[in-house]
């Protein structure tokens, strides 16, 4: 299957701070890509979808000024936390489409390995 | 997209198979069903989707009522490492202007225990 890399896996900063993370799909390129947040024992929850060269759609309730997401290229997207505060603590995954071959009507997202924020 | 519901958890011995049920009654024509795992601290998995046929690859088996209503995620197999949390979605997928549209939503899944 496609591969995603995400960096870092694992990332301790101090409150105020700006922490970046880098989503990129290394075999095969990306026009979409997602970012998702899980806090522990629940599930996945999306934050956004990002189109390659165009704005990001964040989901409702998702503060789009703290949470700056750029997909400049087709296999590249940050997700940057502006100011973190403890209470952004948490798991974050990003996720690349990968178009099959056999047609624009199936698709499959392959996420990465996450990365853990703990914030103090 | 449609709501699915699936068990809160299963138990499964070793090298037997593992019948994971889902339920999508509210599913739509162009909706497709995809079944990701994430085993724990890691990144979800793609396993396997499908639309109405059964599908099968070198993961899993993919069977889907006539309805569509229903599906089943058979793990023919397990193993130790099996255990995790599986997630079914329903998605649409489909054209417009040559894009695809359509985003997973995850909901509680079923923790899967493959126990010795």
């Known amino acids: 299957g496609a591969v995603v890399s995400q960096h870092p896996s694992w990332v301790i900063c101090k409150s105020g701070t700006s922490v970046k993370i880098e989503c990129r799909s290394l075999d095969f390129q990306a026009t979409t890509m997602f970012w998702y947040r899980q806090f522990p024992k629940q599930s996945l929850m999306l934050m956004a979808t990002?189109?390659?060269?165009?704005?990001?759609?964040?989901e409702q309730g998702v503060e789009k000024d703290k949470f700056l997401i750029n997909h400049a290229s087709l296999t590249l997207s940050t997700l940057t936390v502006t100011s973190a505060h403890p209470e952004d603590s948490s798991f974050y995954i990003c996720s690349a489409r990968a178009m099959l071959r056999d047609g624009l009507t199936k698709n499959i997202q392959y996420f990465g390995a996450g990365t853990r924020l703990s914030v103090l | 997209d449609a709501k699915t519901t699936q068990p809160t958890s299963m138990d499964c011995a070793e090298g037997r198979a593992a019948n994971l049920p889902c339920n999508h009654s509210?599913?739509?024509?162009?909706?497709?069903v995809y079944w990701y795992r994430q085993i724990h601290s890691q990144g979800p998995q793609y396993i396997i989707h499908?639309?109405?046929n059964n599908e099968t690859n070198e993961m899993a088996s993919l069977i889907i009522t006539e309805d569509r209503k229903s599906s089943t995620l058979i793990l023919p197999h397990a193993t130790l490492r099996d255990t995790a949390v599986y997630y079914c979605i329903v998605r649409a997928t489909f054209n417009a202007g040559g894009t695809s549209y359509g985003k997973l939503t995850f909901g509680q899944g079923t923790i899967l225990t493959v126990h010795p």
């Open positions: 990002s189109n390659e060269g165009s704005k990001a759609t964040y």
């Open positions: 499908g639309l109405k």
């Open positions: 509210t599913i739509s024509g162009n909706e497709y």
